[in-house]
Structure formats: structure tokens, C-alpha cells
């Protein structure tokens, strides 16, 4: 393999690595969020006992986030440098806000909230884990507007003096369109990975804990994360659909290669199941629904979406007229010899991730069935449930972003730059796979502490009640103690 394809390795595995955290610190910090509010407004002490429990689970999950977002931005700069110099004006906008703005609001106020259990005011200390969660949700905004931009380049112009995109628009970047249909997209995902985490781990306790006094908390947390799980699965759904027809607008290549769909069709059939050949160029439908395809991309079951074979010649062209707008220095950034995607990465990713969605939402729907009416799922196999469940939904989105990625292939920012074109000139293939080793067993060390510690808090349970002190009492000099 040459830098290039070495570069794309380190960056995939970096970024899906870095993503597993991501929608389940969204998700648990509005579960904690909730937990607490609902502590303040009943003082029932289960909420107290679930809010510091999961917030556990949420401060090793974000500890892990934080490291492997760091080391993911410093690609840029090692293997992306052409990329970094051609859109940094433009990329880096909305970067400098996430981290300027969201990531110190929300590590600011998680601060706050671990170390002010008796030392700040019930109401504000609540407050500040509604916070953390706006800021979590501002930090994906932010890092989503600098994504689709290279989706759907908008709000920029080129310098024919530097080589550059320069920002000439920064409310264009932020409110483009497919900006504005990825994020909730996105929120909601994560919104179903929070739930199904909940529900899994308290399932478990559920079962663990079947008969004690803790048994009605835990049902109550197990039946919270259902219903969180399953609500968002419909924004998911619904923002998924009009996700879609904005990406056949913008991207239609990519809708093309989810389908593996090589000539242009009316009433677009959808495959659940698709044999092809090895190198991706034609493909056998075995399994599928009639008009489902054009539905998806076009809103109309007898919609007309466009096939590979005829999207490879208006890629071509597409290229061609923005290397005649913009001179040789962007040609040799526009045009390559084949505009396809890998087809049957983007085929089965887009599958993957939608059966992986779908199968949270069973899982859901079984447990609320199962812990009605004070019922205990007492069969074994519900383990592997509670197991399995919180799984589904955080691979679905790696899968949702492999797709978002690979059918976006072989730009890097669509219409403007190839992914060839923005790898380090001076940066070899050996020194890459060096870095890339080397992070890999990092990430390979750092696995293995994040899960012993996530399940070892998940063992322990919840804390018993304790009622916090009163911030009042509380001497001002002692020293600041960390909770957990």
C-alpha cells in the first residue's frame, strides 16, 4: 500500500475508534441530566442513586473520548497536510469553535458537577450536567458543519493566488443543508445509543438484583432506557429519510453505491440482500422490495434514480468544469481516472447500520414487554440481551459513518479536492505505518482500561442513598475530592 491508502487506514481507524464514545457520552450525559432533575423534583432516592451511577459510566467514556479526539485532529497536520492547506480557512472555523467553545463548556461544567456533590447549590449543580449535555450537543454541531461541508462544499471561495478555498460565508457553512439534516440525524442516534446503554446495563442489575429493594430502581431505569431508545429511533428514522433525499441531491453517486445500483431506474427497487462480484461491478438482487430505493432518494416510489454507469460520466464532467473554472492547480485536485466508491463497503455498511437500528429497536420493544407489570426477565438468554443490546446501536452508527465516508470516495471534499490529492507530500508510506501502529496500541491499551472499568463500575451498582450535604455546612478551605 502507498501513503495514501496507509493515511485513509489511520484515519479510519482513528475516527471510528474515536466515534464509539462519541453518541454514548451524548446520549448518558442526558440520561444523568434527567436522573438528576427528576432527584431535585421528587427527592425519590433512586434518582440520586441512578444519576451518580450512570454519571460514572459517563466520566470514563468521556475520559476515553477526550484522548482519542485529540489524537484524531493531529492527522491534519501529519498525514492531511495538502488537505489542511487547501481548506483549513474553511475547515478549521468550526473546529475552533468546538473546541473553544462546546468542549470547554461541557469538560468545564463536568468538572463542576463531580466535584460539587455538597458544595454547590442543588439547583445549579443539577444544572450543570444540562450543560454538559448542550455542550456535547454543540461540540457534534460544530465538528458536523466542518464534515458537511466536505459533503456538500458551500460558503467558500477559491484564490487563485494561493491555490486555497477561503471562507467567504461562515453562516452558509453552518446552515448547510446537509448540515441541517445530519445533525439531528446524528443527535438522535446518539439519543438511542444513551437509552439502549441504560436500558442494557440496568437490565442486567435487573436480573442480578431480582427480589431485593433494588429491583423497582433498576426496572425503572431498564423500562427509562427502552423508552428513551425507542423515541429516538423514530427522530432517527424520520431524519434518516429526509437525510437521504438530500443526499441523492447532493451526492447521488453515494445513493447509487448503497444500492450497488449500475443503470439508471424508475420505481428503484431496494436489495435486503445482494450477491456481486468480487471487484464490485455488477450485481444480483436475491432479496428485494420494489420501489423502495426511489422512495428513499426521491419521495416517490416511481422515482428515477441514477445509476453508477451513468453517474461515472456526470462525475466526470462535474470535475472537468470546475477544473476549467479554476485552472491547472485545481485540476490535478478534481480529476482522476474512476469517480466510483468501493461498492461493496458502501452496499453492506448502509445495511449494516440500518439492521443493527432496526434490531435495537426489537430488543426495546421486548424488554418493556418483559418488565410490565413488575415483571423480571428470567430466561438466560435475556443476558445476552442486556449484553448485546447497547452494542447494536453504537455499531450502527460506525457503520453510518463508514458509509457516510467511503461512499463519498474518492473525494475528500466532493467537487473540490480527491482524497489522492490531500495526503503529506513529504510523509512516506513507512513513517505512516509507524504512527499508525503505534496508535493503534495505544487504542488497544486503552480499550482494554475502558472496558474493565465500565464493567467494573456496572458490577458495583448503584451507590446506597447517601443525602448530600448541605452546601451551607461545607468548609470552603478543605480540599476539592474527586467522587468516584
Excluded at 429516538?232 to 424520520?238: E, F, K, N, P, T
Excluded at 445513493?255 to 455488477?282: C, H, K, Q, R, W
Excluded at 430505493?293 to 416517490?300: D, N, P, V, W
Excluded at 426477565?377 to 452508527?397: D, E, G, I, K, S
Aim: glycine share 8%; charged share 15%.
Amino acid at each position: 500500500m502507498d501513503a495514501v491508502d496507509v493515511a485513509r487506514w489511520q484515519f479510519a481507524i482513528t475516527t471510528v475508534y474515536h466515534f464509539l464514545f462519541v453518541p454514548v457520552t451524548i446520549g448518558l450525559s442526558l440520561v444523568v441530566a434527567v436522573f438528576h432533575t427528576q432527584w431535585l423534583r421528587t427527592r425519590a432516592p433512586e434518582y440520586l442513586r441512578l444519576a451518580k451511577f450512570t454519571g460514572k459510566l459517563l466520566v470514563i467514556n468521556f475520559a476515553l473520548g477526550l484522548v482519542t479526539g485529540i489524537v484524531q485532529e493531529f492527522q491534519f497536520g501529519m498525514n492531511w497536510s495538502d488537505y489542511s492547506r487547501f481548506v483549513g480557512d474553511i475547515f478549521g472555523a468550526p473546529l475552533a469553535l468546538e473546541a473553544l467553545l462546546a468542549f470547554f463548556l461541557e469538560s468545564t461544567f463536568l468538572g463542576i458537577w463531580i466535584f460539587g456533590w455538597g458544595r454547590v447549590p442543588e439547583r445549579l449543580h443539577a444544572a450543570s450536567m444540562w450543560l454538559v449535555h448542550i455542550g456535547t450537543v454543540l461540540s457534534a454541531y460544530f465538528i458536523l458543519a466542518a464534515n458537511s461541508f466536505m459533503q456538500n462544499p458551500v460558503g467558500y471561495r477559491f484564490n487563485p493566488e494561493t491555490g486555497r478555498a477561503e471562507m467567504a460565508d461562515f453562516l452558509a457553512v453552518l446552515t448547510n443543508k446537509v448540515q441541517l439534516v445530519t445533525f439531528p440525524h446524528v443527535i438522535t442516534s446518539a439519543y438511542m445509543v444513551g437509552g439502549a446503554t441504560t436500558m442494557g446495563v440496568a437490565l442486567w442489575l435487573l436480573r442480578r438484583h431480582a427480589g431485593t429493594d433494588d429491583a423497582p430502581m433498576y426496572r425503572r431505569a431498564t423500562r427509562f432506557g427502552a423508552v428513551m431508545a425507542l423515541v429516538a429511533s423514530l427522530g432517527v428514522i424520520a431524519t434518516g429519510d429526509v437525510q437521504g433525499k438530500i443526499m441523492t441531491e447532493v451526492q447521488p453517486m453515494k445513493m447509487a453505491a448503497a444500492e450497488g445500483l449500475y443503470e439508471t431506474t424508475a420505481n428503484a427497487p431496494f436489495s435486503v440482500l445482494s450477491i456481486g462480484s468480487l471487484d464490485g461491478s455488477e450485481a444480483t438482487r436475491v432479496i428485494e422490495v420494489p420501489g423502495l430505493l426511489s422512495f428513499l432518494g426521491t419521495g416517490s416510489f416511481d422515482g428515477t434514480v441514477e445509476g453508477i454507469n451513468d453517474l461515472k460520466a456526470s462525475e466526470l464532467a462535474m470535475a472537468q468544469k470546475v477544473a476549467d473554472r479554476y485552472g491547472p492547480d485545481v485540476a490535478a485536485l478534481v480529476l482522476v481516472e474512476d469517480y466510483t466508491p468501493v461498492i461493496p463497503l458502501t452496499y453492506w455498511s448502509f445495511r449494516f447500520m440500518m439492521g443493527l437500528g432496526f434490531a435495537t429497536m426489537a430488543a426495546c420493544a421486548a424488554v418493556l414487554w418483559a418488565t410490565r407489570k413488575d415483571g423480571v426477565p428470567q430466561a438466560r438468554w435475556w443476558t445476552a440481551v442486556a449484553v448485546l443490546t447497547p452494542l447494536a446501536p453504537v455499531f450502527a452508527n460506525s457503520w453510518g459513518w463508514i458509509f457516510t465516508e467511503a461512499g463519498r470516495q474518492p473525494w475528500v471534499v466532493y467537487g473540490l479536492m480527491t482524497t489522492a490529492s490531500g495526503v503529506s507530500p513529504s510523509v512516506s508510506a513507512t513513517e505512516v505505518w509507524i504512527s499508525m501502529v503505534a496508535y493503534t496500541l495505544v487504542y488497544a491499551v486503552l480499550a482494554v482500561i475502558e472496558v474493565r472499568l465500565f464493567l467494573t463500575y456496572v458490577r458495583r451498582g448503584a451507590e446506597p442513598f447517601e443525602d448530600p450535604r448541605d452546601p451551607a455546612g461545607v468548609d470552603e478551605d478543605a480540599p476539592l475530592q474527586f467522587a468516584y
